[in-house]
């Protein structure tokens, strides 16, 4: 398998028994048998195909930011698109972007061509391939605010694109999500704006996430979804576990809806405490808190 990933991407884009914990935010995660990191849609769809021919598993990520890898790892191929599939094009309003594009250098050349919208995004350390799977979004703005159309390799192997409204968002989901295909690119609609009033609108959400968020610990964000009529980080801290801890994983005591690696901890660490937060939440208000962060190479997700 090795030698056909060399062959199919090259061999200075392919690595085997690569440490997780170096390509995902919670800095924890063991190796991942291959990762892989091909240049175009050609050569992801070959590898694709390589892999379910071989039966060997595979799981297509961006920048790992969304991203808990177990400690034993990932017995598979790990198709990596943040770097070589990361390209960004701007013409007028529209902004065209590869799946692996960073949304915090999106949103800063955004910024540099005087276009307005993608301020939301400019603290979200994510690809846009993620972003749209999940619709992520953050102070009052949303992917599907701005999407006009997304380029998709569905699980067939066929090329589709799907318009905004056949892209179906909803509140961290999508059509993408559901159908499991792979997103190869997105053209998003942006407004003219000034470049010193939107800089000074993504300073602005700057400070607030430096005042609100542990920034200084690495993390996957937030972890749990909003519960419809409520906030996950007051449910938690309500429930008592602001600052619980199980080793060097701890629910922070800065923002309770954030489960941060305070530097040593492992991924069963991580996962067993996001297990005990749902339970606990679930004991004091019935209500089941269901995660955010995607669990690779566990033997099944926590509750």
Request: aromatic share 8%.
């Amino acid at each position: 398998m090795l030698e056909i990933l060399q062959k199919l991407v090259g061999t200075e884009h392919v690595w085997a028994e690569e440490p997780m914990k170096d390509h995902t935010t919670f800095r924890v995660g063991g190796p991942a048998r291959y990762l892989a990191e091909p240049k175009d849609t050609k050569e992801l769809a070959a590898v694709i195909g390589a892999c379910t021919k071989a039966g060997m598993p595979f799981t297509v990520m961006g920048n790992g930011s969304n991203l808990l890898v177990s400690d034993a790892g990932y017995n598979g191929v790990i198709i990596r698109l943040f770097k070589n599939m990361s390209h960004i094009w701007i013409s007028g309003h529209f902004m065209i972007l590869e799946a692996g594009a960073l949304l915090i250098r999106a949103a800063s050349m955004a910024c540099r061509e005087g276009l307005a919208g993608l301020e939301f995004a400019s603290g979200i350390p994510g690809t846009v391939g993620g972003a749209l799977v999940m619709n992520a979004g953050a102070y009052g703005g949303e992917m599907k605010d701005i999407v006009c159309c997304v380029k998709v390799l569905s699980k067939d192997g066929a090329l589709r694109e799907y318009t905004k409204e056949e892209m179906d968002f909803g509140y961290r989901r999508s059509r993408i999500a559901e159908e499991g295909s792979i997103v190869l690119e997105a053209e998003l609609r942006l407004c003219p704006g000034t470049t010193e009033e939107i800089r000074a609108r993504m300073e602005e959400l700057k400070e607030q996430r430096v005042r609100k968020q542990p920034l200084e610990y690495a993390s996957a964000g937030s972890t749990f979804k909003r519960p419809e009529g409520y906030f996950a980080g007051k449910l938690i801290e309500d429930a008592g576990l602001r600052g619980f801890r199980i080793g060097d994983a701890q629910v922070s005591e800065k923002h309770c809806g954030f489960v941060i690696n305070r530097g040593n901890a492992t991924a069963s660490e991580i996962a067993e405490l996001i297990r005990q937060v749902q339970e606990r939440v679930y004991a004091a208000f019935g209500i089941r808190l269901q995660t955010e962060v995607k669990f690779l190479g566990f033997g099944g997700e926590p509750l």
